[in-house]
Structures are given as C-alpha cells and as structure tokens.
C-alpha cells in the first residue's frame, strides 16, 4: 500500500502574509510544500521568481517539491536545488532536452519529476521512466488553480501503474489539479502517491482537518 503523501500549493496563498500562510502549512501534517514556478511563455501565467522562493525557504519546515512549467527548465534546475528542492519536475511537452534534464536534476541529489499534460498520452513517455522517481500527472490544464478535475487521470494512473509494475520500477506517482476529498480516495486507491492540492487547502479555515480529509 502506497504511503499517502500530500503536497500543498501555494498558489492561492496570500502572499502579503506569506509568513503567516507558511506557518500554518508548517502546522499540518503534510508532507510537502508544492512550489509552482511558471514563467509566462510556457503558460500564461508568471509565478514564484526565486526572491519569493528564498522567503518561502526562510519559513518553510517541509520538503520542497517544485514544479517547473517553463520553457529551458535546465535555467532553473540548480537554482531549485540550491532552494532545499526534494523533487524537481519538469515537463515533457516542448523539451527537446528532456532527458539531459532529468539527468541533471538526479545528479544535483534531487528527485526527478516528469510532468505530462492531460492530452499528453503515458505511451508517450513511457520511455523515459527508467530515468525518473515521479511522474506528475496534470488533471488540470497547466498554469492557474482552481480548475475542475480531470476524470480521465483515471486511466491513466492505471496505465501507468502497469508499465511501473511489469518493469519493477519505483516510481511515485503524483496527481495535480482540481484535488478535494471527492476525488482522493479513488486516487490513492488507483495507485497515487502523493497529490497536490491548493485551494481545497489554503481556503480551509482548517488546514490540517484539510490536509486529514484528503487522506481518508
């Protein structure tokens, strides 16, 4: 039975209180703090310039667990494992370095990550897993919170699972997007390890019953 981790995005955070919403995740029993850094070209969307980051570091008592949805991820690696990365994540679409790249993270004595969007098929990929200690899988459209879940992550949990399985490989399996207790059980149930959840988290007065809920 695979361990029930749970990685909290803070990109709903309030970051005029970023003490304070650090702090608070502090206080749960979480496993990670999920840090989204976007760069506008590979999604719309900017996030978390490495000014942030070292303030999320100065506060954070959790395993930083980065995901990189930008363009030339080799620009950030070393700066994310300089910032007390534990899993660096990097995505397959439009990386024509990808496996250099996940080398690199593996030899800085991170984890490597290999993000896929949701219309990114696992048979796609499947090539690459004997590089790789996670496999992200969006059930949302990369690049802002608060979107509604993907069924179809379903299937490929189990797609993927197997190919893990029959090669005996030791990968965890990490969903992200759209995650509230509706949908946790059946993940974890599927084969998930760790998931990702930021507005279910931070916008709960209780952070903690939150972080409880999804483990159930």
């Given at each position: 039975?695979?361990?029930?981790?749970?990685?909290?995005?803070?990109?709903?955070?309030?970051?005029?209180?970023l003490?304070?919403?650090?702090?608070?995740?502090?206080?749960?029993?979480?496993?990670?703090?999920?840090?989204?850094?976007?760069?506008?070209?590979?999604?719309?969307?900017?996030?978390?310039?490495?000014?942030?980051i070292?303030?999320?570091?100065?506060?954070?008592?959790?395993?930083?667990?980065?995901?990189?949805?930008?363009?030339?991820?080799?620009?950030?690696?070393?700066?994310?494992s300089?910032?007390?990365?534990?899993?660096?994540?990097?995505?397959?679409?439009?990386?024509?370095?990808?496996?250099?790249?996940?080398?690199?993270?593996?030899?800085?004595?991170?984890?490597?990550?290999?993000?896929?969007?949701?219309?990114?098929?696992?048979?796609?990929?499947?090539?690459?897993?004997?590089?790789?200690?996670?496999?992200?899988?969006?059930?949302?459209?990369?690049?802002?919170?608060?979107?509604?879940?993907?069924?179809?992550?379903?299937?490929?949990?189990?797609?993927?699972?197997?190919?893990?399985?029959?090669?005996?490989?030791?990968?965890k399996?990490?969903?992200?997007?759209?995650?509230?207790?509706?949908?946790?059980?059946?993940?974890?149930?599927?084969?998930?390890?760790?998931?990702?959840?930021?507005?279910?988290?931070?916008?709960?007065?209780?952070?903690?019953?939150?972080?409880?809920?999804?483990?159930?």
């Amino acid at each position: 039975m695979n361990k029930k981790e749970i990685s909290v995005s803070i990109l709903d955070c309030d970051f005029n209180k970023l003490k304070n919403e650090i702090n608070s995740i502090n206080s749960t029993n979480c496993d990670y703090i999920h840090i989204d850094v976007m760069d506008g070209s590979f999604v719309p969307s900017k996030a978390f310039d490495f000014k942030t980051i070292k303030k999320v570091n100065l506060y954070s008592k959790k395993k930083l667990d980065y995901h990189l949805m930008v363009n030339d991820p080799i620009n950030y690696i070393e700066k994310c494992s300089n910032h007390n990365a534990e899993i660096i994540s990097i995505h397959y679409e439009e990386n024509v370095n990808i496996y250099n790249d996940l080398i690199s993270i593996k030899k800085l004595g991170c984890k490597a990550g290999l993000a896929i969007n949701p219309n990114t098929k696992i048979s796609d990929v499947a090539s690459l897993f004997k590089e790789i200690n996670i496999l992200l899988l969006m059930s949302v459209q990369p690049g802002k919170g608060g979107q509604k879940f993907l069924e179809n992550t379903f299937d490929k949990i189990l797609e993927a699972n197997q190919i893990i399985n029959d090669n005996n490989l030791k990968i965890k399996i990490e969903v992200d997007g759209g995650i509230d207790n509706k949908f946790s059980t059946k993940l974890f149930d599927l084969g998930a390890s760790i998931l990702v959840s930021g507005n279910f988290i931070i916008n709960n007065s209780n952070k903690s019953t939150a972080v409880s809920l999804l483990r159930q």
